[in-house]
């Protein structure tokens, strides 16, 4: 995925509609967080399973597809703002992770995965 | 960003730790708004002139950086498990947003875009 | 409840550390919004079941008590500095919802409810 | 507020209409961090005066005022279902509180607020 090239088209998108003056870190972090619970809501009184069988449901699965995007869009947005590389950021994140829950420790230990994770 | 490979290491990180139990799209929609609200913790009580102003405070930064890689990633594999392909929903979305908000109509009627974003 | 009590003790706790700087409405539903990201924190990894037995866990219990306070506490703050008798507001919610979710049309059907509630 | 009636009033609202099985207290904090996150929309375009403003703006106080109460309704659905009295745990917590930021401490220290509220 170019992050690059996305960023570019929203900061490009955000210029000519002037909305650089709305799109301050916090702003930004609040829009993020009201798609994510746009994506909490497709499932909120779905069963885990009914929650796995949406893939083969069209119509929820635009809508799933559209949310992910909005988070993603501000998410980018919110990084570019800030000077984040997401990439690296996640990858440094990925291995804290396995420093923080190793193997051996966290496969049997459910109740550690859910004080923490 | 090789988005493909980062959700590869993190089903097998799950897969190692048998985590994918708990990683239904349900849980992993939940995980999300979890951390997105994080993020907005760091903004809360900021105005958005400090918001703007965290770029120069490290440990500010240092704390942004890991919250916007827990978005990515729980992000990633919630579209992991549904089957969705982020950058191609993202670019869908940026042309239907270029629709819905066109220029002209979208510069000077900053109401329409606070009552729709 | 007393919640004009309980408003009238916040709102000196507010003043007295000179916090109604930081109190905007807009800054309330933040912080509410993490609070709220809190209580989903304490579930997210929980099957259904593991979420009602939660009531028989001391440690939990004592965590999702402190966040429900969190919860209203901001509920409270934001519906005075709104103007707004949460009373009021709830009763006449419950009257439009007995007329938006008919018994006969929601008892048989999930899907409408899984749609909009 | 008289909140067991409320709380007796939606027990009775949703056995009517076979809605407990969706009511586990994990789907509930869902229901809430949605809610909660619509309530962020209202005010996440907004500056801080702004925010202050909409008191005035009779459509925008309708939409808050029925946000606040789907809040309270789904935080007063939780507290039943886990057993919590809201007014205890509120009045606890403001005890808490106080222990926590001294007024001493509190009033000249932003910084310290910003990290912990």
Chains 1, 2, 3, 4 share one sequence.
């Not at 929650?51 to 995007?69: D, F």
């Not at 703002?81 to 997401?86: H, M, N, Q, R, S």
Request: proline share 2%.
């Amino acid at each position: 995925m170019n992050v690059e090239d996305i960023q570019s088209r929203l900061a490009v998108f955000a210029r000519e509609r002037t909305w650089d003056q709305f799109h301050t870190p916090k702003n930004l972090s609040m829009a993020l967080a009201a798609e994510a619970a746009e994506l909490l809501e497709i499932f909120q009184w779905l069963s885990d399973d009914q929650s796995k069988a949406i893939v083969g449901n069209e119509e929820e699965m635009v809508l799933g597809r559209e949310e992910i995007a909005d988070v993603f869009i501000y998410l980018a947005r919110l990084a570019d703002k800030l000077g984040v590389d997401i990439e690296s950021a996640v990858l440094d994140k990925i291995e804290q992770n396995a420093k923080k829950y190793p193997v051996e420790l966290a496969r049997d230990n459910a109740t550690k995965y859910n004080k923490r994770c």
